[in-house]
């Protein structure tokens, strides 16, 4: 069964420093992954995917994250953090059942020191 | 363009009731599907609906049910409160069900005491 493992349950970061997020997922094919992002008491807000072709996505609010199958992993990047980044930020893979089922990590808490 | 809506915003229920919550999808899109956030973790899927037929359901007991109507808004039912159940209630509409091309509601917060 998919899985996705958020490794880092919270971040620090002060403002103006780069940042990555960690994401590593189960699956056997090449699988769809995103990256929602949540602020308090909101619900999800897509920040990229990535499904075949150029394995490093842009996202919206400058996030890109990177595909690499050699080690499932998924990670999001932001060259420069800024106060409203801080929030809880889920990485999630599509479970293949062709029912749009998302599989989400439990999610990375980070917040933004200024 | 309006994007999804929950609706109620918060609501706080008994052990042992019963409580429907609301989702209206985006106009034209003809899927939905229901997620349970508790605080803490990630969203875990329930059901999605397409064309008012469920096509998936996630690992919840029988005391989770919902339903989509033909203007393909939606209604999720819980019956017998637990406290486990309190949680943030996420809906996702999509043209046709795929992860792909599904956009969060804002969510309602369900809390059991």
């Known amino acids: 069964a998919q899985s996705v493992t958020q490794p880092d349950i919270h971040i620090t970061v002060s403002e103006g420093a780069s940042l990555e997020l960690r994401c590593n997922y189960s699956y056997g094919a090449t699988p769809y992954l995103f990256w929602y992002v949540q602020s308090p008491g909101q619900g999800l807000q897509l920040l990229l995917k990535?499904?075949?072709?150029?394995?490093l996505v842009q996202g919206i609010k400058g996030f890109e994250a990177e595909f690499k199958r050699s080690q499932s992993s998924f990670n999001l990047r932001k060259p420069s953090v800024h106060w409203s980044d801080a929030a809880e930020y889920f990485c999630?893979?599509?479970?293949?059942?062709?029912?749009?089922?998302?599989?989400f990590g439990q999610g990375t808490t980070l917040q933004v020191k200024p | 363009d309006a994007g999804v809506t929950q609706s109620p915003t918060h609501l706080i229920k008994t052990r042992g009731q019963q409580v429907t919550l609301r989702c209206s999808p985006i106009s034209g899109h003809k899927s939905v599907s229901w997620y349970q956030q508790v605080l803490g973790q990630g969203p875990q899927f329930i059901f999605q609906?397409?064309?008012?037929?469920?096509?998936g359901r996630g690992n919840f007991p029988d005391r989770f049910s919902a339903r989509q109507f033909p203007n393909y808004s939606s209604e999720l039912n819980v019956n017998a409160l637990l406290l486990g159940d309190s949680a943030l209630y996420l809906c996702?509409?999509?043209?046709?069900?795929?992860?792909?091309?599904?956009?969060f509601g804002p969510g309602t917060r369900l809390t059991v005491t």
């Open positions: 996702a509409s999509s043209l046709s069900g795929h992860s792909y091309e599904q956009y």
């Open positions: 609906y397409y064309e008012k037929e469920e096509r």
């Open positions: 999630a893979v599509d479970d293949s059942s062709n029912t749009g089922k998302l599989i």
């Open positions: 990535y499904f075949s072709g150029d394995t």
